[in-house]
């Protein structure tokens, strides 16, 4: 079992920056799948950002790449998402997960986000 708690979330104005954290409560190994994905009211969830642990692979969502960057520092089990040019349309409840994946495909392909196993609380996000 594991707690995920992300912190970082705000107000900002659109062009801003914010930089995300999401602190897990234990070491996560290689071939672990770790994630931000977000909700905005009245609309579905959405995978924002995904990175398998160990391995370079990265995937972003068309409405995010160039702007946002999901990054981790294991040592300190960390998981976080600079949010770069920030636009009104990135409002939304942002929440961070994580689950073994075998494949890289695991990670990113279809839904992901209601396949892993864990997820926090989520951290607001508003871009006026």
């Known amino acids: 079992q594991v707690q995920l708690v992300e912190s970082g979330g705000g107000s900002v104005q659109a062009g801003g920056s914010l930089r995300l954290s999401c602190a897990a409560s234990r070491y996560s190994y290689n071939g672990y799948c770790l994630g931000w994905f977000r909700q905005a009211p009245g609309k579905e969830r959405e995978g924002v950002a995904v990175?398998?642990?160990?391995?370079?692979?990265?995937y972003y969502a068309d409405s995010v790449k160039g702007r946002f960057t999901i990054s981790q520092d294991n040592a300190k089990n960390m998981l976080y998402l600079q949010m770069n040019s920030l636009k009104p349309e990135d409002t939304a409840m942002y929440y961070c997960?994580?689950?073994?994946?075998?494949?890289?495909?695991?990670?990113?392909?279809?839904?992901?986000?209601?396949?892993?196993?864990?997820r926090g609380q989520g951290t607001q996000v508003t871009v006026s």
């Open positions: 997960a994580q689950s073994f994946g075998r494949r890289w495909s695991d990670c990113y392909s279809g839904s992901w986000w209601d396949r892993y196993n864990y």
């Open positions: 990175l398998w642990l160990g391995y370079s692979n990265t």
